[in-house]
């Protein structure tokens, strides 16, 4: 396998949450590494979060791990506040983190800062198994589903 060549990877954006929950959203972008290695076990993305930003809502998922490496800025790490350790706390260049898949640990970056923020994170891909649940809101991903679903099962309109 040749070399990566970061700088030609496509730049990619968006957020496929349904309104509201995806305004906090918008604006990270994202390189997909493990794509341009040819990785089908696992996904690797090189992410950069801009001020005020958030790289998803508070979520834990029940069949894929994810992790975390801060490579430049910082970002605040909103964890569930009753899990050990849990709550907020700030991440900088060199810290990393990951959460088993399983883990009823809802979590999620914010940048608070100025600055932009790099990271490294690492997850496994099992769409088909995996669902998703977003504990501070009403909504819940479920395996094998390309959309979302209110607690009560209901679907949330497809996002254009």
Not at 81 to 87: C, I, K
Not at 88 to 104: E, H, I, P, S, Y
Request: with cysteine.
């Amino acid at each position: 396998m040749p070399k990566i060549d970061i700088d030609t990877l496509e730049v990619r954006s968006g957020c496929n949450y349904p309104p509201p929950f995806d305004e906090v959203c918008l604006g990270p972008t994202w390189r997909k590494l493990g794509d341009a290695a040819g990785l089908t076990q696992f996904g690797a993305n090189l992410v950069r979060l801009p001020p005020g930003k958030w790289s998803s809502q508070r979520h834990w998922h029940t069949d894929e791990d994810e992790f975390v490496w801060m490579l430049e800025g910082e970002v605040t790490l909103v964890e569930d506040p009753l899990a050990e350790d849990g709550g907020a706390k700030v991440l900088k260049a060199g810290d990393c983190m990951g959460w088993k898949a399983g883990a009823q640990n809802g979590h999620c970056l914010q940048n608070r800062s100025d600055r932009d923020a790099v990271y490294l994170e690492v997850g496994s891909r099992r769409p088909d198994t995996d669902a998703c649940d977003y504990p501070d809101i009403d909504m819940v991903a479920k395996a094998g589903e390309p959309f979302y679903r209110h607690r009560d099962g209901t679907a949330y309109p497809p996002v254009e």
